[in-house]
């Protein structure tokens, strides 16, 4: 690795590291900011945060179907290899 030298080197590589620090501020404001409205939202409707969060994700992404798919793939393939079925684990 070289230092630069040059004044306008450093200054530019100074620029981006301040750049990307402010973006990183932006960011962790903004995961506050998610942070404090499901936790809102869910005291107030009482949800489940971890199924909140998935169902904001999914609304945003807008892959519904996929979850869906992804969602019948791990039960069949849980209930393969464990040899169970969804009914038996929900009544034992």
């Given amino acids: 690795m070289s230092v630069p030298s040059n004044p306008k080197d450093r200054k530019a590589i100074f620029d981006s590291m301040k750049e990307i ?3 990183m501020t932006r960011i962790e404001a903004e995961r506050d900011l998610i ?4 936790n809102d939202i869910c005291e107030e409707q009482n949800l ?4 909140f969060r998935r169902m904001a994700k999914v ?3 807008q892959n ?4 869906i798919e992804e969602q019948q793939e791990f039960e069949t ?6 040899n169970t079925t969804t009914m038996e684990k929900e009544h034992a």
């Fill in 35 to 38: 942070k404090n409205a499901i």
């Fill in 21 to 23: 620090s402010n973006s």
């Fill in 48 to 51: 489940n945060k971890k199924t």
């Fill in 59 to 61: 609304y945003h992404k």
């Fill in 77 to 82: 393939l849980y209930e393969t290899i464990t």
């Fill in 64 to 67: 519904f179907r996929q979850e």
